[in-house]
């Protein structure tokens, strides 16, 4: 992955564009600025392989990613969406794979810094558990099917 070195008031400008953290104040943004790197990665670079142990949090600034489940299912993810949130949660292994399907900048937020970031933006919690549970809903239904 490629490190991007952009000045935190331009990572705020960023942030203040990915519906994630639309709702955080100014100070809030600032602290996930702080929290969180910016990397470019190319289009089919793995960002995550089921089974591995997940260290950090990727949420999509540009491009798109596809994640490919054990039971072969295909899911699209774009801008403003996120990932890698339920490792970090429950310490287990990745749940899927996850590759770049275009070039794309990314936020990626380490395990111990997750843990700042829902200390200081609260709001990001419930958006967090609400795609959690989106997320195992379509699990069951697709469970059914």
């Known amino acids: 992955m490629v490190e991007v070195a952009f000045g935190r008031s331009s990572k705020v400008d960023l942030l203040q564009k990915v519906p994630l ?3 955080l104040s100014r100070k809030q943004l600032q602290e996930v600025a702080r929290l969180a790197d910016e990397i470019d990665v190319p289009t089919g670079k793995r960002l995550a392989t089921e089974g591995e142990s997940g260290h950090e949090l ?4 540009e491009g798109n990613a596809t994640v490919k ?3 072969g299912r295909i899911i699209r993810l774009g801008p403003g969406e996120f ?3 339920m490792s ?3 310490g287990g292994p990745r749940s899927a794979n996850v590759d770049a399907a275009s ?3 990314l936020l990626v937020v380490g395990r ?3 843990w700042s970031l829902l200390e200081a933006a609260p709001p990001l919690v419930a958006k967090i558990m609400s795609a959690l549970s989106r997320r195992l809903r379509d699990a069951e239904a697709s469970f059914s099917a």
């Open 83 to 85: 990932f890698g949130e």
């Open 88 to 90: 970090l949660v429950d």
């Open 21 to 23: 953290f639309r709702d």
């Open 69 to 71: 489940t054990h039971r």
């Open 112 to 114: 111990r810094e997750f």
């Open 103 to 105: 070039d794309m900048r």
């Open 58 to 61: 990727f949420v999509i600034v």
